[in-house]
């Protein structure tokens, strides 16, 4: 896996009830599972299981309601265990490196295990290198041990993510944080390629484009930062309200999303790498100074991409790259996309071009010379869409209005031909906005 989900100490040492009722609250109020379904565990260093209970609400669960069940078998605790306990018990037999289980039924990836279809994972580079492949497990009567063989067979075979026919999905990992974002990253895998099917064909990745991101990772010299400044730690909390907003509103995962803003000339800071987006705080934020980065952790991959577009357009102070699945619909089929839906997303958007897969990491020129006030915005194919902005506020703003878009598009075609806004329209948008245009001026007469 190519994070390691740093979570922080509070994490760290929590109590296994702590972490299992957090966890599944956050399940829950993503919408990933029902009141009644879905059900998680860990594994203690001394062999003791501890997992949900059968028959309790998921959204109001509480650390007492966490069932202990102890090597040899003795249960303690106000519940019984899940039904499912007997698949946790036998995957954790079958593989020793397992020490978290998370089985719940997100409605998308029900929709793929009820038509008994394996998720792509290769849309994405980042989503295969954290799931891997998809299989498919057989139908069993849920609780059986029956159905525990057939999906420890599955994960015994070195598999980490499986789906279940006519029932769910049950993903593993060395610790909770670590199956969760598996789980999480199959299910965008999921609403990813539903949204997609609306266009066309899915373009999927190959084994060597995707090792090709790790080989072109760049390295980037520390130093040591002695003092924080106002500015930089008013900042550091914007950017992470801002990362927290986006992954509230589905916009970004747990495992991807980065925000980088400009403290000033030479300087920015920029979501560091492997963290938890859902977790991330302001003192997680690397700081960019004079080509270096702040040490103690480790920046964002696309570091130097966001130095090079800030170097290059002083007019620009925020930058985001996110995931979002509609918007990520377009990069995958490499269909184009129109803003020309609404006044506002045209004004807001302009003109989204589409850049070849491999660019953000390997051709900085080429992104750098895309970005321009007619097209503040770029999708780059089976990676992200890059979305920038004179502040914060308008960076996520265009985020935002990218994604509602794209959904509307994707709507829309189900119930007919979209029908863009015209070109006499769109010169009177051009005029009544003074919008700019590629050759340098605007449209205001």
């Not at 970005?371 to 004179?390: K, R, S, Y």
């Not at 990218?402 to 709507?411: D, G, H, R």
Request: a negative charge; aromatic letters at 6%; proline letters at 6%.
């Amino acid at each position: 896996m190519n994070t390691d989900h740093r979570t922080g100490i509070k994490h760290r040492i929590a109590h296994p009830r702590d972490l299992l009722v957090e966890m599944m609250d956050r399940v829950y109020r993503y919408g990933m599972t029902t009141t009644s379904g879905g059900n998680l565990s860990l594994l203690d260093e001394d062999g003791t299981m501890w997992i949900t209970p059968g028959g309790v609400d998921k959204g109001a669960l509480r650390r007492d309601d966490i069932v202990q069940v102890f090597p040899d078998g003795t249960i303690s605790g106000r519940h019984k265990p899940s039904s499912e306990y007997p698949f946790h018990r036998a995957i954790y037999e079958a593989r020793p490196d397992v020490r978290a289980i998370v089985h719940a039924h997100p409605p998308t990836l029900v929709s793929f295990s009820a038509v008994r279809k394996p998720v792509q994972t290769r849309v994405v580079p980042n989503a295969y290198l954290i799931c891997g492949e998809c299989p498919v497990v057989p139908y069993a009567l849920p609780g059986s041990e029956e159905l525990g063989r057939n999906i420890a067979r599955q994960f015994g075979e070195g598999d980490n993510v499986v789906l279940l026919e006519n029932h769910g999905t049950v993903t593993v990992g060395s610790d909770i944080f670590e199956a969760f974002m598996r789980f999480e990253t199959l299910d965008f895998c999921a609403r990813l390629e539903v949204r997609a099917a609306r266009l066309g064909d899915v373009r999927l990745l190959n084994d060597n484009e995707i090792a090709e991101v790790h080989r072109k990772t760049p390295v980037i010299e520390t130093f040591s930062l002695e003092e924080h400044t106002t500015p930089e730690k008013e900042l550091r909390r914007e950017i992470a309200d801002i990362v927290h907003r986006s992954y509230d509103q589905l916009l970004m995962t747990s495992t991807e999303g980065t925000v980088s803003a400009r403290l000033d000339g030479d300087s920015f800071l920029i979501t560091p790498y492997g963290y938890d987006r859902k977790l991330l705080e302001p003192a997680d934020m690397v700081l960019i100074r004079g080509g270096r980065a702040e040490a103690g952790r480790p920046a964002s991959r696309s570091a130097r991409l966001h130095e090079a577009i800030y170097a290059a357009h002083p007019e620009l102070n925020a930058i985001i790259v996110a995931h979002p699945p509609a918007m990520m619909a377009f990069a995958v089929t490499h269909h184009p996309f129109d803003s020309r839906v609404i006044p506002e997303s045209y004004i807001l958007l302009r003109d989204i071009r589409q850049l070849p897969y491999g660019v953000s990491y390997a051709d900085y020129d080429t992104v750098v010379r895309a970005i321009h006030p007619a097209t503040p915005n770029l999708i780059v194919q089976n990676e992200a869409l890059f979305v920038t902005g004179g502040s914060l506020l308008q960076a996520f703003d265009r985020l935002e209005v990218a994604e509602y878009t794209a959904e509307s598009i994707l709507s829309a075609r189900d119930l007919g031909p979209v029908v863009a806004i015209g070109d006499d329209e769109i010169a009177d948008l051009d005029r009544a906005f003074g919008l700019p245009r590629r050759d340098g001026n605007s449209h205001r007469s």
